[in-house]
T-cell receptor, first 110, second 114 residues
Framework: AQRVTQPEKLLSVFKGAPVELKCNYS??????LFWYVQYSRQRLQLLLR??SRESIKGFTADLNKGETSFHLKKPFAQEEDSAMYYC????????????FGSGTRLLVRP | DVKVTQSSRYLVKRTGEKVFLECVQD?????MFWYRQDPGLGLRLIYF???????EKGDIPEGYSVSREKKERFSLILESASTNQTSMYLC?????????????FGEGSWLTVV
C-alpha cells in the first residue's frame, strides 16, 4: 500500500534559520511527489513537484529514491513561510488522485 | 486562473440530517475529488470522479455518496450526518496531463454536526 509519512506535526524555527520538513513515502513503483502548502485562511495550493526540479519561494525538494524521501528545504526561513505543509504522492500509472501525509505546521518566529 | 468553488463555507447540521456539499470548477476538468481534512490525519480521499456519472470510492467512503451529473459539478452527500463527520471538506479538480497534472483545491467547507 502507498503511504506518505510526515513525522513532525509542528516545526518551530526562528527567522533566518534553515528549515527542513521531512517526508518519507512507501511505494514500490515510480511515484510523483508534491509539496502542497496552506497559509492561514487560504486554500491548499501546490508549492512544488519533484518533476519540475524548481525552487519556489526559496524552497527546494529532492526526490531520494534510495531513502524514499522528499524532504522540503529552505536555507533561510521567513515569517511568511508559516503555514501547514503537506507532502503528497501520486502513482505514475494510476488515476490523478493524491495520497497525502498528515501535514507539518511550520511556525517561523521573529 | 483555475477556480474551484465550494458553495458553502460553514455549515451546522443536526445528527441524522441529509447534507449536500456542492463543488463547481470552471476549467472543464475531467477529474474531481472530495477530501476530508482532519488535524493529525492530513487529507483523506472520500470519493473521486473521472467523468460525468463516473465515480470511484476513495479511502474513506463510508457514510458518504457523490453525484456528478454535469462535468463542472461534483456533489458530496451525507445521507444521515453523524458527529464523527464534523470536519473540513475539500473539493479538488484536475485536467490531467494537459493541465500538468496539477490538482486545484477549493477553499473548503467547514461542517459541524451537532
Amino acid at each position: 500500500a502507498q503511504r506518505v509519512t510526515q513525522p513532525e506535526k509542528l516545526l518551530s524555527v526562528f527567522k533566518g534559520a534553515p528549515v527542513e520538513l521531512k517526508c518519507n513515502y512507501s511505494y514500490s513503483g515510480s511515484p510523483e511527489l508534491f509539496w502542497y502548502v496552506q497559509y492561514s485562511r487560504q486554500r491548499l495550493q501546490l508549492l512544488l513537484r519533484h518533476i519540475s526540479r524548481e525552487s519556489i519561494k526559496g524552497f527546494t525538494a529532492d526526490l531520494n529514491k534510495g531513502e524514499t524521501s522528499f524532504h522540503l528545504k529552505k536555507p533561510f526561513a521567513q515569517e511568511e513561510d508559516s503555514a501547514m505543509y503537506y507532502c503528497a504522492l501520486r502513482r505514475m500509472d494510476s488515476s490523478y488522485k493524491l495520497i497525502f501525509g498528515s501535514g507539518t505546521r511550520l511556525l517561523v518566529r521573529p | 486562473d483555475v477556480k474551484v468553488t465550494q458553495s458553502s463555507r460553514y455549515l451546522v447540521k443536526r445528527t441524522g440530517e441529509k447534507v449536500f456539499l456542492e463543488c463547481v470548477q470552471d476549467m472543464d476538468h475531467e477529474n474531481m475529488f472530495w477530501y476530508r481534512q482532519d488535524p493529525g490525519l492530513g487529507l483523506r480521499l472520500i470519493y473521486f470522479s473521472y467523468d460525468v456519472k463516473m465515480k470511484e470510492k476513495g479511502d474513506i467512503p463510508e457514510g458518504y455518496s457523490v453525484s456528478r451529473e454535469k462535468k463542472e459539478r461534483f456533489s458530496l452527500i451525507l445521507e444521515s450526518a453523524s458527529t464523527n463527520q464534523t470536519s473540513m471538506y475539500l473539493c479538488a479538480s484536475t485536467g490531467g496531463v494537459q493541465g500538468g497534472n496539477t490538482i486545484y483545491f477549493g477553499e473548503g467547507s467547514w461542517l459541524t454536526v451537532v
